[in-house]
């Protein structure tokens, strides 16, 4: 069975500052993504990465995929209470079936 | 766009009735559909893969007659539970994999809250 476990599970920071997300797994991921979610609401997509190492840049948001497509982080900074979120990764491989990871709570203080 | 609706959004119902949850996908057509569940302040669980035409593909520890998938046109996936419980209170999420566009994008519904007292 494939897991995707992240850390931290929950993190409440103050505005301004930076956080990293991380998304660990044993198994290789043919792709990973990134979803925000709002309480109530389904996932949102952020961004998708498919190649070793790769880095992916939405504004303040980066994200990287490890070189041996087995993890991933994902980076705020100077983080803003609209960030505040349930953060998920979620990896395929060749199926495209995607399991999500455990989750990180995030919640930014203005 | 690539628009996937869920109803009922929210529905609550008597333990032992069986209720059914539609995912439709609005503007595009989806011959693969999933269905998610999701507990309070957890993450998705992905439940079963539900493909057009074809029988759905129910992950283990997943009772393939409780939790009814059909796939009957490219836009409509059904989940029904069957004789539901309390203990399948819970969000369940679809999400449609649009043709014609890289195999790893899926678009998520809104999600269906389910209250079984």
């Known amino acids: 069975t494939q897991l995707l476990e992240q850390s931290p599970q929950f993190l409440s920071i103050q505005e301004g500052e930076n956080l990293t997300v991380y998304c660990n797994s044993s198994s290789v991921f043919s792709s990973l993504q990134w979803y925000r979610q709002e309480p109530g609401e389904g996932p949102v997509l952020l961004v998708t990465v498919v190649t070793g190492g790769e880095v992916k ?13 087995k993890d991933s982080s994902l980076h705020i900074t ?33 | 766009g690539a628009v996937v609706s869920q109803h009922p959004s929210r529905v609550i119902c008597k333990s032992g009735t069986s209720v059914k949850i539609e995912c439709r996908s609005l503007d595009f057509q989806a011959t693969t559909m999933f269905w998610y569940r999701q507990f309070p302040k ?71 809250r389910l209250l079984v007292l």
């Open chain 1, 57 to 69: 840049k939405l504004k303040r948001l980066t994200f990287q995929f490890g070189d041996a497509r």
């Open chain 1, 78 to 110: 100077a983080a803003q209470p609209g960030d505040t979120g349930l953060y998920l990764c979620a990896g395929a491989s060749g199926t495209y079936k995607y399991i999500f990871g455990t989750g990180t709570r995030l919640k930014v203080l203005a």
């Open chain 2, 42 to 112: 957890k993450s998705l669980m992905l439940m079963a893969t539900s493909n057009e035409g074809s029988k759905a593909t129910y992950e283990q520890g997943v009772e393939k007659d409780k939790f009814l998938i059909n796939h009957a046109s490219l836009t409509l996936s059904t989940l029904t539970v069957t004789s539901a419980h309390p203990e399948d209170s819970s969000f369940y999420i679809c999400s449609a994999k649009k043709l014609g566009v890289p195999q790893e994008t899926q678009y998520f519904g809104p999600g269906t």
